[in-house]
């Protein structure tokens, strides 16, 4: 059975041209309102990512509007059903997860009757086996439907670029690692192609290509459809003088841009960008 998320992302788009938020600022300031990324609020504007019931809300207590405005009678009715409330759901197993759909009942009380559980974290759902559930209030799981489609949606898309190849290829690999989407450019050129129909949450980005610096594509990153995307900027030639320390303060000072100098440590950058994107 399909859902109404098609249609509830109508009726946001609906409530926030009546509340006066222009069609290219309605992204972004849900984005604002839910704590997610750009990316994931353009694709719920689109109809193209479950809502959550609690994102519904959350949208619905915002603009002081009633939740059954957005709900919609019929998903309203499904997912009250008596046995449990849909939630968009990650289902851990092991060291891996999946995305999926969890209809979560009451909260355990004693030995738990179901096979998995539902555990709340902030504003996600967390679904374990129950034997491996941590030791934190936990709710019964009715129903699960795993989604093949969804596995990426919500993992931030970060782009890295630079000229040297091994430093793309291990940064992309341990961002990967970590539960980011990655994706490598080893040209500004092949960057700046794919700033056109990709939108990213984050770059890190080289300074010096051959004779080129990243001026121009910083640039185009902060006239993009994601203006606000954090920006690392990635040199080691200001010690051989080969990258002009004032252009790079520059571009530091007009475009909202953080340096780091190589070799820059994975784990570090990795630990910026997970401040920056909001992320735990």
């Keep these: 059975m399909e859902t109404d998320d098609a249609q ?66 019929a998903h309203a009715k499904e997912s009250m059903a008596a046995n449990g409330i849909r939630q968009d759901a990650t289902l851990v197993i092991a060291d891996r997860k999946f995305s999926c759909a969890a209809w979560v009942g009451s909260s355990v009380a004693g030995q738990p ?11 996600k759902w967390l679904v374990y086996p129950t034997s491996d559930a941590p030791p934190v209030p936990a709710f019964h799981v009715e129903r699960i439907e795993l989604d093949g489609r969804s596995g990426e949606l919500e993992r931030p898309t970060i782009a890295v ?27 500004l050129r092949d960057f700046e192609e794919a700033l056109n129909d990709m939108q990213f949450d984050g770059v890190v980005i080289d300074w010096l ?23 690392f900027l990635l040199t080691g030639q200001l010690v051989t003088g080969k990258a ?37």
């Design 244 to 280: 002009d320390e004032h252009d790079i303060t520059t571009v530091i000072q007009q475009y909202d841009v953080t340096c780091l100098e190589k070799p820059v440590r994975p784990s570090i950058l990795l630990a910026e960008l997970a401040k920056r994107l909001g992320l735990r």
């Design 8 to 73: 509830i992302s109508a009726r946001v788009k609906e409530m926030m041209d009546a509340r006066g938020v222009g069609k290219r600022g309605q992204a972004k300031e849900l984005a604002r309102i839910l704590g997610i990324s750009y990316s994931a609020a353009t694709r719920k504007i689109k109809g193209q990512m479950p809502w959550k019931l609690e994102q519904i809300k959350e949208v619905a207590e915002h603009f002081q509007e009633p939740v059954a405005r957005l709900l919609g009678s």
């Design 113 to 123: 009757s179901t096979s998995y559980v539902g555990v709340k974290e902030g504003a």
């Design 209 to 231: 290509f051959d004779t080129e610096t990243a001026a121009t594509a910083i640039l185009k990153i902060r006239t993009s459809e994601n203006p606000d995307a954090p920006i």
């Design 161 to 187: 670029v630079d000229d040297a190849s091994d430093i793309v290829e291990s940064l992309c690999e341990y961002f990967n690692d970590k539960g980011l989407n990655a994706r490598p450019y080893s040209s």
